[in-house]
């Protein structure tokens, strides 16, 4: 399939492809929908198998960030970045500079942020360049623990609707991935009372867990079919797809993952087992409101940006409610949702332009 094929399939308004042969910067910047605002959301760095995964990659999750912002009721569309390198060997001062001039020539259509293997210290050297970055370290910081409260409240959401009642002491709770959210996530879990089963392929992120939480270590793979009441993916995306589908033993599918879904069809699946399903970009919205909190004209306030993510408990319930009225999946009940709201405001001005 071709860019503009691709481009039509997932609605985006504009893909930038960036190189620079001295710093070796190989990026692409994907710009979804921007009816609501100037889009925003991170720039992932990965190692990519091929050119072809990382434009999938980009476009997916700049979708997802559209959608995302709409059901946090932000006034910002969608965007991703995406950094084809390993972050381990390739990370270096003019590579991220040089990824903040593209960032720049944009004028202000899309704001970047850290994401999955960038950090905040990676977007001072973007900030060196360009103004539009978010997530600053010396105002709203590392969104990560952000994030894992609003993935908190959306469990425990999704445990009332599911069990008739949000107390999760007792609760088993499978933890897939203990990096900067899902570490978070753990913290908040077993403050409560939950038991935590949890894997991560860093040995030392599951030695910690084990030994601050008093979790239970299993392999990568095995973590799909242990019994649990609640099964949490914080780590890459599609990892519910026709291999592990059959493999869940839990009630609940609730984390911070984005693209948690490999196909659109597996919310159907999860349907008929009677699995409900956070949808992710719902539940994992709270990075997003920390760092759009910056823009506030009043200033950055961590308690207002926590007091909004709290509200995701809410909007989970709400999704939950449309899904059970309509007969649908929650995928689609949070597809709609955001869509809904990107329409009404469609009618008032179309597209951000810069100024």
Wanted: charged share 25%; proline share 2%; glycine share 10%.
């Amino acid at each position: 399939m071709g860019i503009f094929e691709k481009m039509e399939k997932y609605g985006h308004e504009q893909v930038v492809f960036c190189y620079d042969k001295a710093s070796g910067l190989k990026a692409i910047i994907g710009i979804h929908d921007t009816t609501l605002g100037p889009a925003l959301g991170g720039t992932r760095m990965w190692n990519y198998a091929a050119e072809e995964d990382a434009v999938e990659d980009v476009m997916r999750l700049s979708r997802g960030m559209s959608y995302k912002n709409s059901a946090m009721g932000l006034n910002l569309g969608g965007g991703k970045a995406v950094i084809w390198g390993d972050a381990k060997q390739d990370k270096s001062e003019e590579l991220f500079r040089a990824f903040g001039t593209f960032v720049g020539s944009l004028g202000g259509r899309y704001i970047t942020a850290e994401d999955v293997n960038t950090t905040v210290e990676d977007m001072n050297y973007v900030m060196m360049e360009t103004d539009f970055v978010s997530g600053r370290a010396d105002v709203s910081g590392d969104p990560s623990p952000v994030t894992a409260y609003g993935v908190y409240k959306g469990i425990k959401a999704s445990a009332k609707f599911a069990f008739g009642s949000e107390n999760l002491k007792g609760k088993v709770v499978a933890v897939q991935g203990l990096g900067k959210v899902g570490y978070h996530v753990c913290e908040h879990l077993h403050d409560e009372g939950a038991k935590l089963i949890v894997t991560d392929i860093n040995p030392e992120a599951v030695a910690r867990a084990v030994k601050e939480f008093g979790a239970t270590a299993v392999g990568s793979e095995e973590i799909y079919g242990v019994e649990c009441d609640i099964f949490s993916p914080n780590a890459l995306g599609a990892g519910i797809n026709d291999a592990t589908l059959p493999l869940f033993k839990c009630k609940v599918i609730a984390g911070g993952a984005n693209n948690q879904l490999k196909e659109p069809r597996h919310a159907d699946v999860l349907k008929e087992k009677s699995i409900l399903y956070a949808p992710d970009f719902v539940i994992n919205g709270g990075g997003v409101i920390n760092v759009a909190e910056e823009f506030n004209q009043s200033g950055y306030s961590r308690d207002r940006a926590y007091a909004r993510v709290s509200t995701i408990y809410d909007k989970l319930m709400k999704v939950f409610a449309i899904a059970q009225e309509r007969n649908i999946t929650t995928a689609k009940a949070a597809d709609l949702m955001a869509e809904e709201r990107i329409a009404k405001i469609a009618s008032v001005h179309r597209m951000y332009v810069a100024e």
